[in-house]
């Protein structure tokens, strides 16, 4: 571990019960997730926290509307959020509520310590209070006089007794902990719309209410019982009362939090008004607080109203929870905005999953099988592939800062460089052609590397997919815990030697989207290949581009061949065609070629060809030949190419 601290506190934001958990509130759990069973794995002692927010006005209206009580809907809803992350085994430690017992107690302690310390009076609040933000705000900020510059709703003007907190009081500290913190909010730009925001001065927050009941009461001995509390002190305050604060205060050693994970929407609560709380109760500041971007659809931010919501768990069932973590993660750069497609998410899980580390699974297993009969030796990897191997240790080394600055795009992008490492080499090396000229060691070597290039970006890959990764591990002989993170990425070991396991296709190719609801635009329903191609004239004899594209040619690897029984002619073949498994081809060319001639050899490959039975045997595709009255020969590439690239 890179930083001093052995211990890791993870937050979410609590979710406010007034809507069903979408598509943001899962992106935030499932990367406080990612970084939590990281933390875990790379032996820290970690505590992950997640939540609902069920005080405030807002709540109470929206209970109403619906004929319950605030602490009815609050249950109903809360259980909803809950359901949903323990179906997506999200490994938090606790979720609290803010309607819980010990919590309503720690925030009236925190209230009267900062009371008691001189950080709390009382006056009377004039001003524009924006319900749907919980938010006060000033004349100057009202979008034409009236409407909330965060959410374009209508303000209503405030007058009534209130106690303030001295926010004013902190402005100075607050510039000082930005200043000399570089990494304190994350991304870095957001640090400098924060210390901008700060500098503009700040007015000290009315942090009660009496217009409504549904909130933490002051502490009885203020004897003021009219009063709530404004519900982001209240809110603020589980990140301390989770860990026992003002109750049964064991837990508190995990202070102060490593991260706040939040929106971007949320970040002048969590960078002004949560440390000068802290400030205020002689507590230390967080040491991150990151705030990723928004969810879109179609450019446009999600809503009920809208209609354009995204729900996680459809997207889930559909594709998989574990390909919607990664696609998540991997497609936009965290505290970029990203718009959610099908279409994205599709060539993900077909490209980056399936190609890349799908498909070098099933080279292994192919290769090891054929050669070895399943055993791997991790034996000679060091001394034949010592640079690869050092290319790959050098991408593993660059990880971890990334994932703790929320670099995770990137963290992503370079695991994915093992990956690259590993195809190329079996494309430069060609264990085929090593094992028909005898050279059996070295091709027992390759396999070696491309098993543990697997295994290690299986352990870094397993806290964005927790189950996949451990299929593969499973595959490779191990399973990924806290003492392979230790032998195969910190002291950078190798494999123990061992027999890989054959397991099914990971990755499926998805040709089509598989949401209706969440379909987007026509146009992109269907995929590129299908847009219907402009109509041009016949001419006599020749044909477009277009209808030579019609053909889809590509380069495959024959892994497998052998005799058919009783033919003369033909030889039944698997091809890898850099697809989720080998097609199986039946070829007419069985007087020319011998079995042995073809594995571990090239071909091109006729790819879009309509399945046909051949002596009752599945044919899945041509090889391109050519005959003349000497005989036949196969088309091959010149030099040798990955399997499946397209010959155009
Ligand atoms: N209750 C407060 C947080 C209190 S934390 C002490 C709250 N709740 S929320 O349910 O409205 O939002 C919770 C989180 O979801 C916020 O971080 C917000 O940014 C995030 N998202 C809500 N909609 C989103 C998208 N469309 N896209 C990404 N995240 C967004 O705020």
């Known amino acids: 571990m890179s930083e001093h601290c052995k211990k890791a506190y993870i937050t979410t934001p609590i979710y406010y019960v007034n809507d069903i958990p979408h598509i943001g509130h899962a992106y935030t759990t499932i990367i406080a997730d990612s970084l939590a069973i990281y933390s875990r794995m790379a032996g820290l002692e970690t505590f992950f926290l997640t939540g609902t927010d069920e005080h405030g006005q807002k709540i109470e209206e929206a209970a109403k509307k619906r004929g319950k009580s605030p602490k009815e809907y609050a249950d109903e809803i809360s259980g909803r959020f809950k359901a949903l992350w323990d179906e997506f085994e999200i490994s938090y430690d606790k979720f609290i509520r803010t309607t819980d017992e010990d919590h309503k107690i720690g925030v009236q302690k925190a209230f009267k310590t900062m009371y008691d310390k001189g950080d709390i009076y009382k006056d009377v609040y004039r001003g524009h209070y924006c319900i749907s933000c919980e938010a006060f705000f000033t004349e100057t900020q009202l979008v034409d006089g009236e409407f909330c510059p965060e959410c374009g709703k209508p303000t209503q003007i405030v007058e009534e007794e209130s106690y303030f907190f001295r926010l004013s009081k902190y402005q100075d500290r607050l510039l000082e902990w930005y200043r000399e913190n570089e990494k304190c909010i994350l991304p870095k730009t957001r640090r400098n719309e924060v210390m901008r925001f700060v500098e503009g001065g700040l007015e000290d927050l009315s942090i009660t209410r009496t217009s409504f009941d549904w909130g933490v009461k002051l502490p009885a001995e203020m004897n003021d019982p009219k009063h709530v509390m404004y519900v982001w002190l209240d809110a603020l305050m589980n990140y301390l009362t989770a860990l026992g604060y003002g109750t049964d205060e064991k837990l508190l050693d995990f202070w102060p939090a490593r991260v706040h994970l939040i929106g971007k929407d949320i970040l002048r609560f969590h960078a002004v008004y949560w440390p000068a709380f802290l400030m205020s109760l002689d507590l230390p500041l967080p040491k991150h607080i990151a705030a990723h971007g928004w969810w879109t659809r179609n450019g446009e931010k999600m809503s009920k109203s809208k209609g354009n919501v995204i729900n996680p768990k459809e997207v889930a069932d559909a594709y998989g929870l574990e390909n919607f973590r990664y696609f998540m993660l991997r497609e936009v750069p965290f505290g970029g905005d990203g718009d959610f497609s099908q279409k994205a998410l599709i060539d993900r899980i077909n490209s980056d999953l399936g190609n890349d580390l799908g498909n070098l699974l099933n080279r292994l297993i192919g290769m090891s099988g054929k050669y070895s009969d399943g055993a791997v030796s991790s034996a000679k990897v060091a001394e034949l592939y010592g640079e690869e191997l050092a290319e790959v240790h050098d991408s593993l080394d660059k990880l971890e800062p990334l994932l703790f600055e929320m670099q995770l795009h990137r963290y992503l992008e370079e695991l994915w460089k093992p990956l690259a490492v590993a195809n190329k080499a079996i494309d430069r090396h060609q264990p085929w052609v090593m094992m028909k000229e005898g050279r059996n060691e070295e091709a027992y070597a390759l396999l070696g590397l491309i ?12 806290p964005i997919m927790p189950k996949t990764t451990q299929t593969i591990a499973r595959a490779l002989g191990f399973t990924i815990n806290g003492t392979a993170y230790e032998d195969l990425i910190q002291r950078k070991d190798l494999l123990s030697d061992f027999t890989i396991e054959k397991v099914p296709p990971l ?5 089509e989207p598989l949401l209706k609801e969440a379909a987007p635009a026509a146009e992109e329903k269907r995929p590129a290949e299908k847009k219907e191609k402009p109509k041009s004239e016949p001419v006599e004899g020749l044909i477009t581009i277009d209808q030579f594209f019609e053909t889809k040619l590509a380069v495959g690897t024959v892994v497998e061949a052998e005799e058919v ?32 001639d073809l594995v571990g050899t090239q071909v091109c490959v006729v790819a879009n060809l309509k399945p046909a039975k051949l002596m009752g045997m599945l044919s899945e595709g041509m090889l391109l030949a050519a005959k003349d009255e000497e005989g036949l020969a196969l088309i091959r590439p010149e030099a040798p190419k990955k399997a499946g690239t397209p010959i155009g």
Do not use: T
């Open 507 to 511: 990755f499926p190719r998805i040709e």
């Open 451 to 462: 098993a543990n290039i697997l295994a290690k970006v299986a352990v870094m890959l397993h």
């Open 565 to 596: 029984h009783k033919s003369k002619k033909l030889l039944r073949l698997q091809v890898d065609l850099g697809e989720e498994k080998p097609r199986q081809i039946i070829a007419g060319i069985k007087e020319w070629y011998s079995p042995a």
